[in-house]
């Protein structure tokens, strides 16, 4: 199957998420399929426990965004799903792409796909922070470091805490104690990222982000 239409590609992954917030297009699957996240939510004080993507604007009277989700979360094994991808990103010209704005990765394959993506659009920058850091791992210690073009950041899994040391970029949650690292800048610019683009930057170690 050839994708001779960016319609028929986002067809093919259940289309591509438009937030708000992000300057950019970003991918979200349903955060009831993460695999750390959902148990997090259920521990006081972590960084999942008032998970935005469990409630508002995701919550169950959206019927079109779950009806995307599950066609996302249907669609992440398909054969052309890299090749899907990387039409519509290419396509669109993309410099700048979100993974998972809700959700994360899940599973081993799933990491790979992506990393697939990153490879063969070397224009594009991705970030992507999640909480899957075994699959992470295993990606290091099979392959070595990410493409250049896709900035990983593991999250801290408790708010006020730092995140692990092993990791190059991560990301934290600062309510009561002060930010470590760079302070996302969003919480004083009415939620937006406006012209900052921290997140995809190799050179910032960890990015704090205010609980809200």
């Given at each position: 199957?050839?994708?001779?239409?960016?319609?028929?590609?986002?067809?093919?992954?259940?289309?591509?998420?438009?937030?708000?917030?992000?300057?950019?297009?970003?991918?979200?699957?349903?955060?009831?399929?993460?695999?750390?996240?959902?148990?997090?939510?259920?521990?006081?004080?972590?960084?999942?426990?008032?998970?935005?993507?469990?409630?508002?604007?995701?919550?169950?009277?959206?019927?079109?965004?779950?009806?995307?989700?599950?066609?996302?979360?249907?669609?992440?094994?398909?054969?052309?799903?890299?090749?899907?991808?990387?039409?519509?990103?290419?396509?669109?010209?993309?410099?700048?792409?979100?993974?998972?704005?809700?959700?994360?990765?899940?599973?081993?394959?799933?990491?790979?796909?992506?990393?697939?993506?990153?490879?063969?659009?070397?224009?594009?920058?991705?970030?992507?922070?999640?909480?899957?850091?075994?699959?992470?791992?295993?990606?290091t210690e099979t392959f070595g470091d990410f493409p250049k073009n896709l900035i990983v950041r593991v999250s801290a899994?408790?708010?006020?805490?730092?995140?692990?040391?092993?990791?190059?970029?991560?990301?934290?949650?600062?309510?009561?104690?002060?930010?470590?690292?760079?302070?996302?800048?969003?919480?004083?610019?009415?939620?937006?990222?406006?012209?900052?683009?921290?997140?995809?930057?190799?050179?910032?170690?960890?990015?704090?982000?205010?609980?809200?």
């Amino acid at each position: 199957m050839q994708f001779k239409t960016l319609d028929a590609a986002l067809r093919y992954v259940g289309g591509i998420s438009t937030t708000s917030k992000m300057p950019c297009p970003s991918y979200g699957l349903s955060a009831h399929q993460c695999i750390t996240g959902l148990r997090l939510a259920k521990i006081e004080g972590s960084t999942c426990s008032d998970c935005y993507a469990l409630k508002g604007f995701y919550g169950d009277w959206n019927k079109n965004l779950h009806h995307a989700h599950a066609q996302r979360a249907a669609s992440l094994y398909q054969p052309l799903w890299v090749d899907a991808m990387v039409f519509i990103i290419t396509r669109k010209k993309l410099e700048y792409f979100r993974w998972h704005d809700s959700g994360d990765i899940q599973s081993f394959q799933h990491l790979l796909n992506i990393v697939s993506v990153a490879e063969k659009c070397p224009g594009t920058k991705f970030w992507m922070p999640t909480r899957e850091k075994k699959f992470i791992f295993q990606y290091t210690e099979t392959f070595g470091d990410f493409p250049k073009n896709l900035i990983v950041r593991v999250s801290a899994t408790m708010m006020d805490t730092p995140a692990s040391p092993e990791f190059k970029n991560t990301s934290t949650v600062h309510r009561d104690k002060k930010p470590i690292g760079f302070t996302c800048l969003s919480s004083k610019q009415e939620g937006k990222c406006l012209d900052c683009r921290e997140c995809w930057n190799p050179k910032r170690k960890n990015i704090s982000y205010a609980y809200h």
